[in-house]
Each structure stands twice: as C-alpha cells, then as structure tokens.
C-alpha cells in the first residue's frame, strides 16, 4: 500500500478547514450551504492550511534545512500573501461591480446568480492565520509511517 504521509497531511489540513467553514456558516446563518464544503473565502483559509501542514509535514520528513522544506516554505508564503491580498482585493472589486451591474439593470432586468462575479475569494489576515495553525498543527501530528 502507498502512503505519502506529506500529501495526506496536506488533503487532510484542506479538508479539515473546509469542514470548519460547512460548519462555522451553519452556525451563524443557520442554514446549510454545500458550496462551503468546496468553496473558497471564508474562516479557516483551507489554502493556508493545506500549505502549511506540507510544510510542517516535509520539514519533519525531509528535514528542516531539505530543498524540498525550503520550497515548500516559499511556496507557502505566496499563497498566503496572494489569499490575504490578491485575492482579498479580487472579491472586493468583484463585489463593487455587482453592485454596478444591478444598479445599471432597469426594473425589469434581473442579474441571475451566474452572471454575477463571485465575491467570496480571499481572505482576511486573520482566516489566513487561523489556516495557517490549523495546518501546522495537522503536519505537526500527521504519523509519518
């Protein structure tokens, strides 16, 4: 049987924060949105999370002064910047237009779902971070054998 202890610490702290987010939106809106489970945005950032139980993971398995730390390292740091920032900014701009869109749209017109910008894209500082300990916490005890 084939077991890679570093992708599983990984599609573990992915899952893991999606699993969060089903939750944690359930409880605050009471009510159940699947799209949670695979979506993107949203407290815990399951980008952060994946990457930074990787990282933890292939320090422990690699060692922590390996290439393939120091790159995971690397790789880590852009996609946190990127979900903290880039991608923040996206969905900011995302829901600005549609706001436009609906406000240039006559009475009559209606904006359906699908031709609307997705606005829930990146995250706040803080889902980054709170990804970010979920992952490592997941590499840190992920077994190795």
């Not at 690699?62 to 880590?76: K, Q, R």
Request: overall charge positive; hydrophobic content about 50%; aromatic content about 8%.
């Amino acid at each position: 049987m084939i077991y890679n202890p570093i992708l599983c610490a990984g599609v573990l702290g992915w899952a893991s924060a999606q699993v969060i987010k089903f939750i944690l939106f359930f409880i605050q809106n009471t009510k159940l949105n699947i799209e949670r489970l695979y979506g993107s945005g949203g407290m815990p950032s399951s980008h952060s999370s994946l990457v930074c139980a990787t990282l933890v993971s292939t320090g422990r398995m690699d060692g922590w002064n390996s290439s393939a730390f120091a790159i995971m390292f690397v790789v880590s740091a852009i996609v946190m910047y990127d979900a903290a920032n880039v991608r923040l900014e996206a969905g900011k701009h995302a829901k600005q237009l549609n706001e436009i869109m609906l406000k240039l749209l006559s009475q009559d017109e209606q904006m359906d779902k699908k031709s609307q910008f997705k606005e829930l894209l990146g995250h706040t500082p803080l889902q980054v971070v709170c990804g970010a300990v979920l992952g490592v916490l997941i590499g840190a005890f992920m077994p190795l054998v």
